[in-house]
């Protein structure tokens, strides 16, 4: 199988150490424990959805989900983890705001016409890590883009995220259950919660297979 991977920062494997990139990031343990399959990253820091940043406007998702799509396809499975970035304080975003963002993606990748000749295919929804409340209490590099608002709709993604999935009977998968931020900048994950997310990815995605 082909599977796609998009997500944000996380996805990229950001380092809250020192900002480079994570070799042991999520995506990268799921291919090791999944040799048999192609995983393909397609992670990029700042992703947001719907929201356009100024100073970066080609990091909103929504304006190339389209690009991203037909320069990887034909594939057997997307798996969409991105919604932090919505919640920096200059996106007036609330967590259900977001997951109609989530939704506008969704229709885009299940979109017969968007994959000519190839199969749809199957798609994991897993909402983001939270952002911890320490972010608010002891600051960190991105203490001046995420505020109280953030770090309270972080914790609605997953319900938002989970009816967007059940409308669409879509799989769904609540990274937090698994993984969290690191206390160095509460926003990224370290080494070890990339192995646990990868690992908790690769069961989930075998499950879906089965």
Same mark, same amino acid.
Request: hydrophobic content about 40%; glycine content about 6%.
């Given at each position: 199988?082909?599977?796609?991977?998009?997500?944000? %920062?996380?996805?990229?494997?950001?380092?809250?150490?020192?900002?480079?990139? #994570?070799?042991?990031?999520?995506?990268?343990?799921? =291919?090791?424990?999944? $040799?048999? #399959?192609?995983?393909?990253?397609?992670? &990029?820091?700042?992703?947001?959805?719907?929201?356009?940043?100024?100073?970066?406007? *080609?990091?909103?998702?929504?304006?190339?989900?389209? &690009?991203? &799509?037909?320069? #990887?396809? $034909?594939?057997?499975?997307?798996?969409?983890?991105?919604? %932090?970035?919505?919640?920096?304080?200059?996106? !007036?975003?609330?967590?259900?705001?977001?997951?109609?963002?989530?939704? *506008?993606?969704?229709?885009?990748?299940?979109?017969?016409?968007?994959?000519?000749?190839?199969?749809? !295919?199957?798609?994991?929804? /897993?909402?983001?890590? &939270?952002?911890?409340?320490?972010?608010?209490?002891?600051?960190?590099?991105? /203490?001046?883009?995420?505020?109280?608002?953030?770090?309270?709709?972080? +914790?609605?993604?997953?319900?938002?995220?989970?009816?967007?999935? *059940?409308?669409?009977?879509? @799989?769904?998968?609540? /990274?937090?259950?698994?993984?969290? =931020? %690191?206390?160095?900048?509460?926003? #990224?994950?370290? *080494? @070890?919660?990339?192995?646990?997310?990868? @690992?908790?990815?690769?069961?989930?995605?075998?499950?879906?297979? +089965?």
């Amino acid at each position: 199988m082909r599977i796609l991977c998009i997500g944000d %920062s996380n996805t990229w494997g950001y380092d809250p150490v020192d900002g480079f990139r #994570h070799k042991n990031r999520w995506t990268r343990v799921l =291919a090791n424990l999944m $040799p048999e #399959h192609e995983i393909i990253e397609e992670g &990029l820091n700042g992703r947001t959805i719907l929201s356009v940043d100024p100073y970066m406007p *080609e990091r909103c998702l929504i304006h190339n989900l389209k &690009l991203i &799509l037909m320069s #990887h396809k $034909p594939v057997d499975m997307v798996v969409l983890m991105v919604g %932090s970035n919505e919640l920096k304080n200059i996106f !007036p975003c609330t967590a259900k705001y977001i997951a109609q963002g989530i939704e *506008e993606c969704v229709k885009i990748i299940l979109d017969k016409n968007m994959w000519d000749r190839f199969n749809v !295919p199957k798609l994991l929804v /897993a909402s983001p890590i &939270l952002i911890r409340d320490e972010m608010v209490t002891n600051g960190g590099a991105f /203490a001046d883009e995420f505020d109280e608002t953030s770090v309270r709709e972080s +914790k609605f993604l997953a319900g938002e995220y989970k009816k967007i999935c *059940e409308k669409y009977q879509l @799989e769904f998968m609540d /990274a937090s259950l698994y993984a969290e =931020a %690191s206390l160095v900048d509460n926003l #990224h994950m370290d *080494e @070890e919660n990339h192995k646990k997310l990868g @690992e908790a990815m690769c069961e989930r995605i075998r499950t879906i297979c +089965k």
